[in-house]
């Protein structure tokens, strides 16, 4: 009961509020629009007519689409080749997991150098071999390519630390089983490996979207939503409203719509993929 209470204090207090909030058209320059409720449903309205708040949701659908697949992809790559019994290998390990336990901000730091042509000793090498590379944070094209490849770098980690995980409690009978049927290394991964770690991989994905949904720090840091709008994820949007413009109302509907969403997406995905089994 003490848990309980304390989760409800931290968590489902704070998520009513917002609800409350987003019923208002609470401006911090008019402290009597706090408990005005003659329009419940003004600020949702207003979502489903703002078409810069619409970009946002497509800018986050591009984001959290290449940065989990990517990051499922190499966690799950990374993972088998650290399964393998080495000595340097196993030293390896920790020095994959650097990026998932550094601070997101000194993350965002750390590219926000590499991506600076000034001072990148990235852009250094690259104009010694004769390749002009454009600051990628400034670009249109790539600034989204380029937050996306920092969220990856950060947060693969993750997904290969789970997947590594998996694959050491998976029953060496399967695999010998299959070697002694004949199974080439391709086999083994595709119809052995793969329909083991179906569940893990899952999971892994979920809170990687979840997470990719929270996506702050990179972009505060790296482009501060821009160029323009390129980079403006629906939470930075939501940021913007509420301390750059005050307008708190409107930023708690918008956060109300983006949990909502999470959600349904959380669920339809479970319910579409399915949990998986594992092989008996």
Avoid: C
């Avoid at 920790?94 to 990148?120: C, G, Q």
């Avoid at 690259?126 to 002009?132: I, L, P, R, S």
Wanted: charged share 10%; proline share 6%; no cysteine.
């Amino acid at each position: 009961m003490p848990a309980l209470v304390a989760l409800m204090v931290v968590t489902l207090l704070p998520t009513i509020y917002l609800v409350i909030v987003s019923l208002t058209p609470l401006d911090l320059a008019r402290p009597e629009t706090h408990w005005d409720f003659s329009d419940p449903l003004g600020q949702y309205r207003t979502v489903l007519n703002d078409e810069r708040l619409h970009n946002s949701f497509w800018v986050q659908a591009k984001l959290s689409f290449w940065s989990v697949a990517l990051q499922v992809l190499l966690g799950f790559l990374f993972a088998l080749l650290l399964n393998v019994n080495s000595r340097v290998l196993l030293a390896l390990r920790t020095v994959f997991l650097i990026p998932m336990v550094l601070p997101p901000i000194v993350v965002a730091i750390i590219w926000k150098v590499l991506y600076t042509p000034d001072i990148s000793p990235l852009h250094w090498a690259t104009e010694a071999m004769g390749f002009v590379v454009p600051s990628l944070i400034t670009d249109p094209d790539w600034a989204l390519t380029a937050i996306i490849v920092a969220d990856v770098w950060e947060w693969f980690p993750f997904v290969m630390l789970m997947v590594l995980a998996s694959l050491q409690m998976m029953p060496s009978e399967y695999v010998e089983a299959a070697k002694v049927d004949g199974a080439s290394v391709l086999q083994l991964t595709f119809y052995v490996t793969l329909p083991y770690l179906k569940g893990v991989l899952l999971v892994a994905a979920l809170f990687r979207l979840v997470d990719s949904i929270k996506a702050f720090p990179l972009i505060y840091i790296l482009t501060d939503g821009g160029p323009g709008t390129v980079t403006e994820v629906t939470n930075f949007y939501s940021f913007i409203q509420a301390f750059n413009f005050s307008y708190l109302g409107y930023s708690s509907a918008i956060t109300v719509v983006l949990v909502i969403v999470t959600i349904l997406l959380s669920w339809a995905i479970i319910r579409l993929v399915g949990w998986g089994q594992r092989v008996d």
